[in-house]
């Protein structure tokens, strides 16, 4: 079975619970996703209904062509969606995949839902889909999600100069950060250190 049928399983430990997106979570998305910080470096930025339209069915596009699988993230304590993440540029013959387009609602901010998110995708693509790298990229200017990615077991690369446009027309420089699979049993001891 290709990664684009294997990756969009249902994911879920104690505390989150991930699930491919459907049109049925349009409503609940949209309640999260109209903060308008959570797209400060985001590379779609969402302001009104129609942009939260473009990228909902661009979410529900990509996924069902396996171009990228985007997952609705489930707070389990609360009961809410809190976000979205992805698995993208899956490149299944070089055994690499990256996850990205990473979200949270206000309310889930510095709880520990990104480490449990992160864990449950990292896991999947280690252990069942058989990676040998997963990736990671944001904007350099971004150093709560730099933070974040350190603090979850993964190396920093190197930045790539004026990578894309971003909304508004800045060029962004992207930094990557990588977690390879023979480094996959101590990051996993570390995230689920705490648990």
């Not at 055994?95 to 864990?119: M, T």
């Amino acid at each position: 079975m290709s990664w684009a049928e294997q990756a969009p399983a249902v994911l879920e430990n104690a505390y989150v619970r991930l699930h491919p997106v459907t049109e049925d979570d349009r409503e609940g998305v949209r309640a999260v996703a109209m903060d308008p910080a959570i797209w400060r470096y985001f590379v779609a930025a969402v302001h009104d209904d129609n942009d939260f339209k473009v990228f909902f069915d661009t979410a529900l596009a990509d996924t069902a062509a396996g171009r990228r699988i985007v997952f609705v993230v489930t707070d389990k304590e609360s009961g809410r969606i809190a976000g979205s993440m992805c698995y993208g540029n899956l490149a299944e013959a070089d055994a690499r995949l990256e996850i990205g387009w990473s979200w949270l609602g206000r309310d889930f901010r510095g709880k520990g839902v990104n480490r449990q998110v992160k864990c449950l995708l990292l896991e999947h693509a280690f252990e069942r889909l058989g990676a040998e790298r997963v990736e990671f990229k944001t904007d350099v200017l971004n150093e709560q999600a730099r933070r974040g990615l350190v603090n979850i077991g993964a190396t920093e690369e190197g930045v790539l100069r004026s990578f894309n446009y971003m909304p508004g027309g800045r060029r962004r420089d992207a930094v990557y950060y990588s977690i390879l699979k023979a480094e996959w049993p101590g990051v996993k001891e570390r995230l689920t250190a705490a648990d």
